[in-house]
Each structure stands twice: as C-alpha cells, then as structure tokens.
C-alpha cells in the first residue's frame, strides 16, 4: 500500500496487511451481522465463532494438543510475570535464565511469590549473549524454569530450549512466539503479549499446559486465577474482544501463508539480510549480540559513536525506514522484523546501511 512506511518498531509492531485490510474492510460491519466487531457482545455466537477460530489456529500453529490451555488475557506479558508464579510456583522457589531486562523484570515480581534462583545470567556483558546450556544452575526441585526466548531490547535469542528435565519451562515468547515451529511439549506455559507478532496491544496469550493448573491455590483474586480464567475460557469478565479478533486474522495469515516453516525461512532470510550488512562493514556496523546468539526478530547494532548514530536514524526515517532507534539502554540502532516484516524493507534497508557508510565512513 502507497501510504505505509517501513515499520522496524519493536512494539506495537508491523502486521500483515492482508489482516489490516480484511480488518478495515469488516470494521463497520462484519458480514451478516450488521454491527462492528467491536460493538458485538462477548458473548454472542458471532463471537464465540471468532474466539474459536484464534484458539484453533493457535493450536494448529504450535501443534498444541487438548491437554493445553489457550488463553487470551489482558494485563500484557507483564501481568504474567506475576500471574504465572503466583498460579504455578509450588513449592515456592523456581529457577530464573536472566537475558535481559524482561526478564529482571519477570524476576522481580517472581519475588513477590517466592524464592527465585537466578539459574544463569548474561549482564556482565550487556546481555550480548544467551547462556548456554552447561552455564545454567539448575534446582531440579524448582516449581519452574523461566526463560524470555527472545530479548527485544539486546537482539539476543535462544536457538534452542533450556533442558530442564521434569521441571516445567515456563517462557516469555512476546517477540518471538511463531518465529518458527517447535515442540510445545517441552513447554510448560507459553505467554506472549500479541503486540508484536500477533496482533495490536491489549491482550496477551498465555498457552498453558492442564495439568500444572492443578497447583492453582485455593482463593486467589478472580482476575488474577489462572484456573478460573481457563474455567471461564478467558471470558470471567469482558475480554479483548478486538484483539482477539486481530489475533484470530493474523494466525489465519499465518497458516495461509506456509505456516511457521514458511517463517522460519523468511525470517531467516530477512535477519541474514542485514547481518550480512553488518559483519560486511569492515567493523563500520557492529552488532551488539554475539553471533550464536542472534535474534532473527531484532537485529541490533552500534556505530563508531552516538552522534553518528543519531545521524543514521534520522537520515533513516526521511528515507522512509522508521522505527530503528535502539532502546534507551544499549543506544545505536534497532531493526525489528517480525513474521509480517517486508522482505522488500530489508534489502532497502541493507542499501541504505552500505550508502551511509559510503557517505559518512
Ligand atoms: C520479551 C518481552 N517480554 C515482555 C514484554 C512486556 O509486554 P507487555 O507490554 O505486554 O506487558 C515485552 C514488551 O516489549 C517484551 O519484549
């Protein structure tokens, strides 16, 4: 479309435009119905219909099986940094991978619940890493193991999942979640706030495996009870009726698209894309992760100083590339390029990447 830029923010992020445009197309009123999806009750068949379909296409998407629970909550993934220990954490201690600030954050409020061992962590060197395997400090009689799969703000990722064992894996995937197919058995929970690769802000998925629901404790606040959300099928009180529809669209593009081994291509093609830009600089870019740790979804890197910086940036968004400016506490320059990321955006930036420097090297 003529009127979109290149979106390279990190959150709220690009999405599909087929799902915009069906969005938009359906906004007045959806087919047969008459009203707009967000004058419809939460309680009617049309939106049972819609509820329906995003939990399906959730479950077909990570292969999940009936002995996973699909949530669609509010409170972003934050809440769950919470909600999740508070539901899952028995006995009252549990392991913590920290990568990055989400997940010093997920540690924090796990302090309120418990006692939380950090198994492994990679801040001696600003997160420019994940831990691998043989680092981690590992209780086997922890309640859980938590991990952020993906670190937005440093452009670090897992490949692969931490082996735990018995213990359930607990993961923060919000700017990751269908980057790639995996096995969804290794999971205890998955949680993913949707504004980044599955729709707008405002509601979080949380993807739960049935059994663990039975550490629930007794008497928590209602809206704070993983086992009466599940009860109620995320719909205790009014839900986000809007981005669950958002969710049920851009999962719908997701299958229609090739599904995550589909993803799983593009998205390594498009991350290669501006590594190659970054590692052909001759040292003019250079990238914050260290390379077996690379993010596909967030590429990050500095330049020689922060004014040059600066420079790149907003040079960068006159030429129609907007969203690049690192996070405030690594600085330098953050292309995030999600699953509805432009092939075509990446390669126009990778120009852009060779023709500053030949400007200003
Ligand atoms: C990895 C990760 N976890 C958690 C969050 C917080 O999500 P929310 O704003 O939905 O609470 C973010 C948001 O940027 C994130 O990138």
């Not at 809206?223 to 009860?231: G, Q």
């Not at 690594?330 to 990778?350: I, M, Q």
Request: hydrophobic letters at 40%; aromatic letters at 8%.
């Amino acid at each position: 479309m003529e009127n979109r830029i290149y979106n390279f923010s990190a959150g709220p992020a690009v999405l599909p435009e087929p799902s915009l445009k069906e969005a938009q197309e359906n906004l007045m009123a959806l087919p047969g119905v008459g009203m707009s999806v967000m004058e419809i009750s939460h309680r009617s068949k049309t939106f049972d219909e819609i509820h329906a379909t995003a939990k399906s296409n959730f479950r077909k998407l990570l292969g999940a099986g009936d002995d996973y629970e699909i949530l669609f909550l509010q409170g972003g993934a934050s809440l769950q940094f919470y909600m999740l220990p508070l539901n899952l954490m028995t006995p009252k201690k549990a392991d913590y991978i920290v990568t990055g600030s989400w997940s010093k954050k997920a540690v924090k409020e796990a302090k309120r619940v418990g006692e939380v061992n950090v198994a492994a962590t990679t801040e001696e060197g600003v997160f420019n890493r994940v831990p691998k395997q043989d680092e981690l400090t590992l209780d086997p009689e922890a309640a859980f193991v938590h991990f952020t799969s993906n670190n937005t703000i440093y452009g670090t990722q897992f490949t692969a999942e931490p082996e735990t064992g018995d213990v359930p894996l607990l993961c923060d995937a919000s700017s990751d979640i269908f980057h790639k197919p995996i096995d969804v058995n290794k999971y205890g929970a998955i949680y993913a706030g949707a504004q980044k690769n599955i729709g707008p802000s405002g509601v979080c998925a949380v993807v739960v495996r049935k059994d663990l629901l039975e550490r629930v404790p007794e008497n928590l606040p209602s809206m704070l009870d993983l086992k009466l959300m599940a009860e109620k099928d995320s719909l205790y009180n009014t839900p986000n009726v809007w981005g669950i529809y958002i969710i049920s669209l851009t999962t719908k593009w997701l299958l229609e698209n090739g599904g995550l081994s589909e993803m799983e291509k593009r998205n390594n093609e498009k991350a290669g894309i501006l590594y190659d830009a970054i590692d052909g600089s001759g040292g003019y870019y250079k990238g914050h992760a260290e390379k077996e740790s690379r993010s596909v979804m967030n590429v990050t890197w500095n330049l020689a100083n922060a004014d040059l910086e600066k420079k790149f940036v907003a040079e960068a968004a006159e030429s129609g590339f907007s969203g690049l400016k690192g996070h405030r506490s690594v600085g330098g320059v953050r292309a995030s390029v999600y699953n509805a990321f432009p092939k075509k955006g990446v390669e126009e930036l990778a120009s852009f990447m060779k023709e500053f420097q030949r400007k200003n090297g």
